[in-house]
């Protein structure tokens, strides 16, 4: 599926399991999930809530402990990784992470240039030389100057967001993992982000964006990966997605989302759909998954 | 791409301040129709703190088994003028002006006992956040019957019934196991269905719906759009429909009106105002949704090719991107002779 | 902080109160008119220009022993509290972040110090360490600091969950910067209230010890010791426990308001509250209309 093949892909997942809970409570979240990302590769991941897309971008972040499978970032494999050795690892920045909701991603009581500087910080750059760097990165998201003094509270939504990547990016990352980065703003501040984030990956920033919104995954992603049920059903260009999908469930995906021109997909397809999809689940008796409730 | 995408945004920009609304709807009317089941006028609302005026005369007037939406950003006064059709502004806020109709009633007078009547039984509404909405440690059956016994007076045994006809009505699954489950064991979805369930318990004929779809999974969106559609062509409720997403409001309703800081700029029958707009803030909602909406990416005309042979059917909705004008399924009623004539005892033969 | 405290009335009547009493505490003894160990003939006194609050029962100037006792009552009820903030908050605090095996026993601790009776720990430690008000204080603000532990590791816990802090985790940031970053100033206020309350229990503490005769020896005053011997002579002078208990009672009294005010303008309520009460004030300075913005929520 890489399409760059001369040089090292900046992320690559293979066969990841990841089980959550003890003994008969052990649900499996994540199941024999690959997925490789090229460097400048912006790679969508669609899913419903519970499908394991967040799942995927803890695991990458040490944040969750993964039961099988290999983690690599920059060729350096992480899976066996101690607490000390990921946080060098975090300290230098490699990955960043863009919280869904930037509301409660910023400590509310510390101004924007506080939060913005914040890895610097940690990475122990002097404070000038953090602040002139945080300056840099918040005119690359649009936003202006005057702002830095401001606490979260007193920003809208939009603001708050370009906020939150500006910080992702003073750390100079190789990969920027985003959950959900524009499902909580209303369209206008959707379209300023997505704009920035289409501003990154031109300048060659990998990107992982996770979103319910195909729309949004469409515009900004090279590739889409579909996760359900914590299996990755189907990957390929984004164009052939949302025009072809093969599995049903991406089909009802695609069929289920409204759009101003077409309809959204006809209710018995849509019914006939999910139908397939529960007699796929049946026949998966094995898997503990149980349908979500 | 085909399709006919709303004017091209550089053309004639009318006056921001110019309110368009269309002549069709009588919104002048001096006595709300005998029909209305929901008739604001000129609504105002003021911000008694800093007496400010939030929202700057509102009208609509909702039939019977219509939907209109009510489209804008946030801040626009949306969610503001639901409220005040619910009686249910925040503390320092109120109607300064206008005046709300509710099955041909005047709101205005109402004393609380009025309104614990009136609502749930003439109007409900179900919000964003379904789970903020259900009592956590009560079964979310018990939370149907309570409307049930109140609001209808009916005994334990046929509360249970009813609640679990409603349940199913919803298109729950498995009624019976939901009925005596608890908030935390229910996906957010369910949460919704249970919600609406609630909500038409007491049969309203007006059900105001606040963002009820935004924080859902497109898939379980369109299943809680749907049983929206089917409601009303089942039982006749009448929608209100807010939301910032333009293509929700394009799938269900029939009417739109469009606000920008507590002002409607435009209002008219959807294929107006969504396809052929003529205010300019209709028009940059518009391109601000098409610039990421999924239309954009669709290889329009081809419908897709459907992929292994098992597909019952290609999505036909999409071949008909070329006729913008009518942009509803052909599975949702729209003449409003037909949805009139629906019984709104059908839902009782529900299963 | 501070200048959103005094911006509440309530703050700046506590304020006052308290800078009021650490006035008597740390110029008391000097400003005692007379000396408050000197017994005189005439006992049981009313006030007169000599003695303004009259004499006790060993006719000594209560005045002057009132503004001598006022150093020590402080001191211990401060050092209550400290003492208890060091003991409780710190390990509240880290119980989040140290792993399973110190969370659990500084659980189990708390909950033994919570059980332990009162009266009998303070007996055996005064044994074991010798009577002396230090002492006792010490055993006082170790059996308050489950008050702190509780607090600090409820508003800990409260923020280590939040996305902040795990976005600082991803960001490498080690425990230590997370607490001094993050959690800190979370945690600060509701402390900063519970140490308020504490310094006002540690008055009555203080006081009810000297009642009882641990701590502080009998000649030597303090603001409790003065209510206990006042309370024995009621029927000669009903009014004479007022003076103590209402410099007893406002000093406790000035510590809550204090912890109110704290926690009125910490955190982004507050914030809100303090904004509002503004903007209402400013509304009724101008009556200039506000410029119409289409804010509504």
Request: charged fraction near 20%.
């Amino acid at each position: 599926m890489s399409d760059d093949n001369d040089s090292r892909p900046v992320l690559e997942v293979a066969d990841l399991e990841v089980h959550y809970g003890v003994r008969r409570r052990r649900r499996r979240a994540l199941h024999g999930v690959c997925l490789t990302v090229s460097p400048g590769e912006t790679v969508g991941v669609i899913g419903e809530t519970g499908s394991g897309k967040s799942t995927l971008a803890r695991a990458v972040l040490g944040l969750v402990r993964p039961s099988g499978g290999r983690i690599s970032v920059v060729g350096e494999e992480i899976t066996g990784y101690s607490q000390q050795q990921w946080r060098a690892l975090r300290r230098r920045g490699v990955v960043q992470y863009v919280f869904q909701d930037p509301l409660r991603s910023l400590d509310p009581d510390l101004t924007v240039e506080e939060s913005l500087i914040e890895p610097l910080l940690i990475q122990g750059v002097p404070r000038a030389e953090a602040s002139a760097r945080g300056r840099a990165y918040l005119a690359r998201v649009r936003l202006a100057d005057d702002l830095l003094g401001k606490l979260p509270g007193e920003l809208s939504g939009g603001q708050r967001q370009r906020v939150a990547v500006a910080r992702a990016l003073v750390a100079e990352p190789k990969l920027i993992i985003l959950d959900e980065p524009v499902s909580a703003l209303d369209s206008a501040n959707r379209v300023g982000v997505l704009e920035i984030l289409k501003e990154l990956r031109d300048a060659g920033m990998a990107l992982i964006f996770i979103s319910h919104d195909l729309g949004s995954v469409a515009g900004v992603a090279d590739r889409i990966a579909v996760l359900y049920q914590g299996e990755i059903v189907e990957v390929g260009p984004a164009r052939t997605i949302i025009n072809a999908p093969g599995h049903p469930y991406t089909r009802l995906l695609v069929g289920s989302a409204p759009t101003l021109r077409t309809a959204s997909a006809s209710r018995a397809e849509r019914e006939a759909l999910r139908a397939r999809l529960q007699v796929q689940l049946h026949v998966r008796a094995e898997a503990d998954l149980a349908p979500a409730r | 791409m085909t399709g006919t995408p709303p004017d091209k945004p550089d053309t004639v920009v009318p006056a921001d301040a110019v309110v368009l609304v269309d002549a069709a709807v009588p919104v002048d009317a001096a006595v709300p129709g005998d029909s209305a089941v929901l008739a604001v006028r000129d609504v105002r609302i003021r911000d008694e703190i800093n007496d400010r005026e939030i929202v700057h005369g509102v009208s609509f007037e909702l039939r019977p088994g219509q939907v209109i939406g009510i489209v804008g950003e946030s801040g626009s006064g949306k969610t503001l003028t639901c409220r005040a059709v619910l009686g249910i502004l925040p503390e320092h806020l109120a109607v300064s002006a206008g005046s709300i109709h509710i099955a041909g009633r005047d709101i205005g007078g109402l004393t609380e006992r009025e309104w614990t009547d009136l609502r749930a039984s003439t109007i409900s509404a179900v919000f964003q956040d379904p789970a903020s909405y259900l009592n956590p440690s009560l079964k979310v059956g018990s939370q149907i019957t309570e409307v049930l016994r109140v609001k209808l007076g009916l005994g334990r045994r046929a509360a249970r019934h009813r609640a679990i006809e409603l349940l199913a009505a919803v298109r729950l699954r498995d009624p019976e196991l939901v009925y005596d489950q608890y908030v935390f064991e229910l996906s957010g979805g369910m949460l919704q269905r249970v919600l609406i369930a609630a909500a038409i318990a007491a049969d309203p004929q007006v059900l105001i719906a606040d963002e009820a779809t935004t924080a859902l999974d497109v898939t379980v969106q369109a299943e809680i759009l749907d049983l929206l559609a089917d409601l009303r062509e089942r039982i006749g409720l009448a929608l209100v429909v807010v939301s910032h997403d333009l293509a929700v409001v394009a799938q269900l309703c029939d009417e739109v009106l469009v606000m920008r800081q507590g002002e409607v700029v435009e209002h008219g029958p959807t294929e107006d105002v969504l396809y052929h707009p003529r205010h300019a803030y209709t028009r940059l909602l518009i391109t601000e949704h098409e610039q990421y909406g999924l239309e954009r990416y669709l290889d329009a005309p081809a419908p897709a090719a459907p992929g292994p042979a098992e597909s019952p059917d290609p999505p036909q909705s999409r071949g008909r991107a070329a006729q913008a004008e009518q942009p509803e399924s052909a599975e949702q009623p729209k003449s409003p002779e037909r949805r009139q004539s629906t019984d709104r005892k059908v839902l009782d033969g529900v299963r | 902080m501070v200048r959103r405290i005094l911006g509440l009335r309530a703050g700046r009547v506590a304020v006052g109160i308290l800078s009021a009493i650490a006035l008597l505490a740390i110029l008391g003894p000097v400003l005692a008119p007379q000396d408050p160990l000197a017994t005189r003939p005439e006992t049981l006194a009313g006030p007169s220009w000599s003695h303004w609050l009259g004499t006790d029962y060993l006719g000594r100037d209560v005045f002057s022993r009132l503004l001598e006792g006022s150093r020590t009552s402080v001191l211990g009820s401060v050092q209550v509290a400290l003492i208890a903030l060091v003991v409780g908050a710190v390990p509240g605090i880290l119980s989040v972040y140290l792993g399973r095996a110190f969370e659990w026993l500084t659980l189990r601790v708390a909950d033994t110090l919570i059980a332990l009776p009162f009266l009998v720990f303070a007996v055996a430690v005064t044994a074991l360490l010798g009577n002396g008000l230090p002492q006792a204080m010490l055993v006082v603000g170790v059996l308050v600091s489950p008050l702190f532990f509780r607090v600090s590791r409820a508003a800990t816990l409260a923020v280590a969950r939040s996305q902040y802090v795990e976005a600082a985790l991803i960001s490498g940031g080690s425990v230590g910067w997370l607490v001094r970053r993050h959690v800190w100033g979370k945690v600060l206020p509701p402390i900063a209230v519970a140490l308020a309350q504490t310094i006002g229990t540690g008055f009555i503490v203080v006081s009810s010890l000297t009642f009882l005769g641990i701590g502080v020896q009998p000649p030597e005053p303090t603001w409790g010791g003065l209510l206990a011997s006042d309370l024995g002579y009621l029927a000669y002078q009903p009014w004479a426990p007022a003076v103590p208990a209402a410099l007893i009672m406002a000093t406790v009294w000035g510590s809550n308001l204090l912890a109110d005010a704290i926690r009125d303008v910490s955190g982004e309520a507050g914030r809100t509250l303090v904004n509002s009460r503004r903007a209402r004030a400013r509304r009724l300075d101008s009556t200039e209309p506000l410029t119409a913005g289409g804010t509504t929520r």
